[in-house]
Nanobody, 123 residues
């Protein structure tokens, strides 16, 4: 499956952004989806994950209550709604797909990755 992330940009602290991850090439609803991020000089870290039907979501503690992951299987797209953004949320955000039911917080379990989209939060 090919993944294309979009929606990044520059936003002030406290603001919101919605990232999109458009999938093509395979049956999107067969894949759990995840969002990860990587800040300069840091390891890639898990942000959020959603099961293939959307019934189960998981979040990193650092974004819980501020970010919401969702998906539209009819549109072959996953989303990450980010609110109350903080400067420490600044990173390149990646979406990933895993051929399974449930999402995972472990990057090694994901089979396909999209190119990242830059999110910059100014203070």
């Amino acid at each position: 499956v090919q993944l294309q992330a979009s929606g990044g940009g520059l936003v002030q602290a406290g603001g919101s952004l919605r990232l999109s991850c458009a999938a093509s090439g395979r049956t999107f609803s067969n894949y759990a989806m995840g969002w990860f991020r990587q800040a300069p000089g840091k390891e890639r870290e898990f942000v959020a994950g959603i099961s293939r039907r959307g019934g189960t979501t998981i979040y990193a503690d650092s974004v819980k209550g501020r970010f919401t992951i969702s998906r539209d299987n009819a549109e072959n797209t996953a989303y990450l709604q980010m609110s109350s953004l903080k400067p420490e949320d600044t990173a390149v955000y990646f979406c990933a797909a895993h051929y399974t039911v449930a999402p995972s917080a472990t990057s090694d379990t994901y089979d396909y990755w999209g190119h990242g989209t830059q999110v910059t939060v100014s203070s």
